[in-house]
């Protein structure tokens, strides 16, 4: 599946320009650039497959939907089985005698402590080559076409070519996981978080629970936002407004802050609607005992009682607990795309940017993680390329924890993360820059 | 119209707490407050009745329609056919010898050149006293009721209440309207923004094309934001997207960069949907060679080429150019509301609210904006009461301009503004202080 997203990020990326660069669109790049994706994923429930898409060679759905970790990791099959081992939770790592990540990423991960069989998070890190369509001496493709019917197009920036491609590389991936469906019986869905480096720009797309952050010189720059069903209270409530069929009588748009009783209708009771930042008062109406479609508060809050997580790929097939009302419309495949320009900022080896799934965030706060950051990267030089590895594994034992009193602990006594936990560090300003 | 903006706001905020305050809801006032509400509107079409909704005393709506200028201006009929001038376009602002505005607000506005008979922005200024409900000691209304069935509910901040009572009666305001129109066959819209203090904190409600900013030490804090097709561009393409009946078959909810030409089916071409920030490429079909829902580009930017703001009140009549599609719900009449704490920084007599319908923003930067603050204010002694009418008479005059070169230009010999223009200053650590 990363692949897919990897390839569809690539493709799209690349034949941007397939249709040649207009007159007026800007700064389409005809040279190749070195491109990255690091996308770690945590599928919440049974993964999809798997796989490459149609740009990848051929293999069978079933062998690629077989259980495997990312190949960087260069694990042996008694590695893999330690990987796999509920209990002793082992960090894994890409080998020090082996080919680093570019730029010196690092990464770590370690598996669930029982909740599921196999690690259900996902990772890739490469470097793409993308291939430009020189035009003859940077002339327009279409030269019979004249000036004068573009002179009210838009302006199209590069950027915002870049950041449509990812768009579409999870749309595009989302609806071949509905055709895999429908073909093969394969199930399930998964989020995913994107980084993709091109020409000065890094590019992070989030669809669900996984996090990136900045960490540079200490301060934290947000890079991807969660998508709940409290943050998303509005999109889903619109939805529901507009196609009130979605909600299958069974469930209310309205937001109230409880639960309502039946003995309570006709009288006064504060709500919310689609529209609204605030609450407001209404009478309560029948209609209004149905079970609200956002409910909840905090990890505990769900749509139609379902799911917790409001953008992810797949799970085309999940329907509303006992029911059969698809959540599909409200789980969107559209991911969040934030930008950070690396030119505009002198960047020191200790700048990093974390992509952690939700086993780490689960446990740890933006400003635990940027003080590890300071704490591990202190105690190595500055040019030392193990370093970032060394962090992300920090990262992972902090949000796992140790062994004691029948649980994994932190070393606060609190519970650690009994989730599949992966997380990636890239140096911005690192041993291996982007230029 | 105004009077019924406000009496809404202020009926909703004084009845917030009508239901008594529940254990868990937080510090909902139950000691009076003041409140003012300062909406300068600009209605768009043919002005709506002006009048007062159900709260206010009962007059005719023929009487409410005719034109009149805000009752603060204290204007006489010769005052009124002066300010009705389109030739002099006098500045008008309350008179020096008659009661101030609460606070020393400063008021000034001017009629439009010529494009329509009479000024049709709007402003009211008041301090309206609302009665809080007491209870016995603080005691929940509903003794019977236990704690226990109030276990899940959610926190209600008071802040919250005021901005959905806020939100509310911008709702109640365009229902009234709808009304309205039924039984009087009164048509047209208008934009509104809306300024309430209460207890320490103040609330801008803005639908539409008006504008308020806080210049505080010189510095810009945006307090609205404008509703264009272009900033509401994905808003308006979901609603096309799930309810495509709403365009008719005439229009198409996805957006493309420039028009495109039949010749060109089966092309690639750059497009927008309404999950998308970002462009990406699709083959043209058919049916994308419908007119587009959003198109043009700044000042020209139009939904379904009809209207080019996208908040406001009333309009349920109007329709699409040459068309019977309604436009009413790409127009939606919820404000956004933004909230600011006065308590949290110490203002000084130059930290001034300033509100202006579009005649003003149409010419003036907001950067511009704060220089005139600088320029008036500190000509002025800081206790001098007078300066803050002062500063909005400079900033009406200023984008008005003089007349020359057979029209009306500002001192870059550019166009001053030919619209309607309102400005409100409300100064935040004046002379009259809020506590």
Redesign the interface.
């Known amino acids: 599946m990363l692949n897919r997203v990897r390839s569809a990020v690539a493709h ?1 990326v690349s ?2 320009g ?2 040649p660069p207009r007159p007026k669109s800007p700064d389409l790049p005809n040279a190749p650039s070195p491109q990255t994706a690091a996308p770690p994923e945590a599928p919440r429930s049974p993964p999809a497959t798997a796989g490459s898409g149609s740009a990848a060679p051929a293999k069978t759905v079933e062998a690629r939907a077989s259980f495997s970790r990312p190949t960087f990791l260069q694990l042996s099959p008694g590695g893999l089985r330690r990987a796999d081992d509920h209990a002793g939770r082992a960090v894994q790592s890409p080998p020090d005698t082996g080919r680093r990540l570019p730029w010196s990423t690092g990464y770590a991960e370690v598996i669930n402590a029982g909740k599921s069989r196999h690690n259900e998070d996902q990772a890739c890190c490469e470097v793409v080559y993308v291939e430009g369509r020189r035009s003859v001496s940077g002339a327009p493709r279409e030269p019979s076409q004249g000036q004068s ?2 002179s ?5 920036t590069h ?10 590389a999870f ?1 595009f991936m989302d609806e071949q996981m509905a055709r895999e469906r429908r073909g093969h019986q394969v199930e399930g869905g998964c989020c995913a978080l994107v980084v993709v480096y091109l020409l000065g720009k890094v590019y992070v797309a989030n669809a669900g629970d996984s996090r990136a952050i900045i960490v540079r010189n200490g301060e934290i720059i947000p890079m991807s936002r969660e998508f709940t069903p409290e943050t998303e209270r509005q999109r889903l409530q ?2 529901g407004f ?2 009130p069929e979605l909600l299958g009588g069974e469930f209310t748009h309205l937001e109230f ?3 309502i ?1 039946p003995k309570e209708l006709g ?4 709500y ?1 609607d689609q ?7 209404k009478k309560i109406e029948l209609e209004d005992l149905r079970f609200p479609l956002v409910c ?2 905090g990890k505990k809050a769900r749509v139609m009682a379902t799911i917790g997580v409001t953008r992810g790929l797949g799970d085309h097939n999940l329907k509303v607990c006992s029911s059969t009302l698809p959540i599909k419309p409200f789980l ?1 495949c ?1 991911p969040e ?1 934030r930008v950070y320009d690396l030119t505009q900022y002198e960047h020191c080896p200790d700048d990093v940017l974390v992509l952690g799934t939700d086993g780490l965030w689960d446990v740890t706060s933006d400003c635990e993680v940027a003080a590890t950051v300071d704490r591990v990267l202190s105690a190595y030089e500055p040019n030392d390329p193990s370093r970032y590895t060394a962090l992300a594994q920090a990262l992972v034992l902090g949000a796992r924890g140790t062994p004691r009193d029948r649980g994994w602990r932190l070393p606060n006594n609190k519970l650690g993360s009994g989730d599949d936990i992966s997380v990636f560090v890239i140096p911005l300003g690192g041993p291996g820059s982007y230029s």
Chains 1, 2 share one sequence.
């Open positions: 799209l034949s941007g397939a249709p019917c573009w009210s197009q838009k302006e199209v950027e915002s070519l870049v950041v449509g491609a990812i768009e579409n749309q619109l939805l507009l196609k802050p409880r639960r009783q009288q006064r009771m504060l919310r529209n609204m930042t605030g609450w407001a008062y909840g508060e969107s559209f795309v």
